[in-house]
């Protein structure tokens, strides 16, 4: 049933008894043409697009545990295409601009607000760095304009912009269509979308080795809940892709980080915008349920532990009490983390494995949420064309070996 | 909080350490005679293992040396430290290092 506010007013008056499942749940058959491990975002956007966008319909998504209860739960929502580098710009503003359509294209309101994201300036440098990331911005396409601490004032009142602050504020820069969205809509959303155009959603599925074909290409999985065969196989499991290869028989430049993220108790909109401190790394926006969303840098040594060490916390919420000194005496309501898989260059991987058949979706590190849109589309148009999308040909494995990297580890002024 | 047991310097907080990933890597030799393939293989491809991980520390605000880990990386429990030219140690009966 189509979501409108008419059926919710008919359904008002049944009682609202006539709303069925958003998604099936299938058996799974015997064989798909294209198999995608990993029900996230980026896993359920690629059966999306390849249904839609390619009329790929036998295709099944295999999630281990519940849809989205991966990091695509476990992001801080934010949205965004400040990047340096012109490959990257292209790439995440297709992203952002695919997610302002997003909510009509789906029939879903994944709630998507741009309220802009501000990153500050602390020092001369910084500043210089602002009005470099601007340029680059301007001349990408992308929109970007710098704001002076008067106007960040302004829009952040509760930001101690007192020239003895800790962190004294020189200036910073703004994106004005950066925002957040709902995370548990976007993937409800493409899950639904994919469902409705007859791919089958599988979870509680873990796979548990691949099959091969005596060319070496791949045949199908073996998972929890039997064989499935398929010579198309998309990866998009985030954290855990060098287990995916190393069952695939391949290494990927990956290393697995926790990434820590914060909720505050419910308080009064106190800030209506995205803010990052590139020197603490700590970034915040506020939810529409009132809770203070916080995010920091990584946990500094491998893992895969879905939750945090105390170090980088006390940190992290060090430099928020710092900078917003009202702020000091909230309290959290949750704290968690997600395994992110960093590369040398923090650059995504898309496209082609070692192993024939076999397609990586990874490598998003601690920027996947706001890629959702453009992963699946790239993922999609490799798997149904075995070519790879024009935005995602400077993204290859390949590139490891060229030295073609694209090192958006300080050109996007984010931690890592 | 991890407490890191420095082979110089003793138990200490992890606040003192930095990780400096996979250890026991080779480097190919001679650099003149490898091709690009294994190059790139050799700067950077990983192990990353969901379980025990062999891996260099530096005790950076202590005695500033590097030396190597056996960690798991889910439960974060260190099995041994040893020096930086030494091989891991063996698994013990108990899974504690002899």
Redesign the interface.
């Known amino acids: 049933m189509r979501y409108s506010a008419w059926n919710v007013f008919k359904e008002g008056l049944k009682e609202q008894r006539g709303w069925k499942p958003a998604w099936r749940s299938p058996d799974p058959q015997q064989s798909y043409d294209v198999i995608v491990i990993g029900g996230g975002g980026h896993g359920l956007a690629t059966a999306y697009y390849l249904a839609k966008s390619f009329g790929i319909t036998r295709v099944a998504v295999l999630e281990k545990g519940w849809i989205g209860g991966g990091n695509s739960g476990r992001n801080t929502t934010a949205i965004r295409s400040n990047y340096y580098y012109r490959a990257s710009a292209r790439m995440y503003e297709h992203s952002l601009k695919l997610y302002e359509g997003l909510s009509k294209e789906l029939n879903y309101n994944v709630m998507f607000s741009q309220r802009g994201m501000i990153s500050l300036a602390h020092s001369l440098h910084d500043l210089e760095l602002v009005n470099r990331q601007m340029n680059a911005m301007r001349l990408n396409g992308v929109d970007a304009e710098t704001l002076s601490p008067a106007e960040i004032g302004r829009r952040v009142p509760i930001l101690d912009i007192s020239p003895a602050a800790r962190f004294p504020v020189l200036g910073g820069l703004i994106q004005k269509r950066a925002g957040t969205a709902r995370h548990d809509a976007v993937v409800w959303g493409y899950a639904r979308a994919a469902d409705a155009l007859g791919v089958d959603i599988i979870q509680n599925c873990e796979v548990t080795g691949f099959q091969r074909g005596p060319d070496g290409a791949v045949t199908g999985v073996e998972t929890s809940r039997g064989r499935i065969a398929s010579r198309k196989i998309g990866v998009a499991v985030a954290g855990h892709s060098s287990r995916l290869a190393e069952m695939a028989g391949f290494r990927l430049p990956i290393t697995s980080y926790a990434l820590q993220a914060f909720v505050s108790e419910p308080l009064k909109p106190v800030l209506d915008t995205v803010i990052l401190s590139p020197a603490t790394g700590v970034y915040m926006s506020q939810s529409d349920k009132g809770g203070l969303v916080i995010g920091g840098g990584l946990d500094l040594y491998p893992s895969y532990a879905q939750r945090g060490n105390m170090p980088v916390m006390s940190n992290v919420l060090g430099a928020v009490a710092a900078q917003y000194p009202s702020l000091g005496r909230v309290r959290l309501l949750r704290h968690w983390a997600g395994i992110v898989d960093v590369v040398p260059d923090s650059s995504p991987i898309i496209g082609a494995s070692p192993v024939p058949g076999l397609f990586l979706d990874c490598a998003w590190g601690t920027g996947g949420f706001k890629a959702i849109p453009v992963g699946g589309t790239m993922l999609a148009h490799q798997l149904a064309t075995l070519n790879p999308h024009p935005l995602a040909k400077p993204f290859s494995l390949d590139r490891f070996t060229t030295g073609a990297l694209i090192d958006e580890a300080a050109g996007s002024g984010i931690a890592h | 909080?991890?407490q890191i047991s420095c082979p110089w310097c003793g138990p200490r907080d992890?606040?003192e350490f930095?990780?400096g990933?996979?250890s026991h890597i080779i480097r190919p030799d001679p650099p003149e005679a490898i091709d690009?393939?294994s190059?790139?293989?050799y700067?950077?491809?990983?192990?990353?293992?969901?379980g025990e991980?062999l891996?260099r520390w530096q005790h950076n605000a202590g005695c500033r040396r590097w030396f190597n880990v056996a960690?798991d990386?889910?439960?974060?429990r260190i099995r041994a430290t040893y020096h930086m030219t030494e091989a891991a140690p063996a698994f013990s009966a108990d899974g504690v290092a002899p």
């Open positions: 909080m991890l992890e606040l930095r990780c990933g996979q690009d393939v190059w790139g293989k700067l950077s491809e990983k192990i990353n293992p969901r991980h891996e960690r990386t889910v439960t974060h």
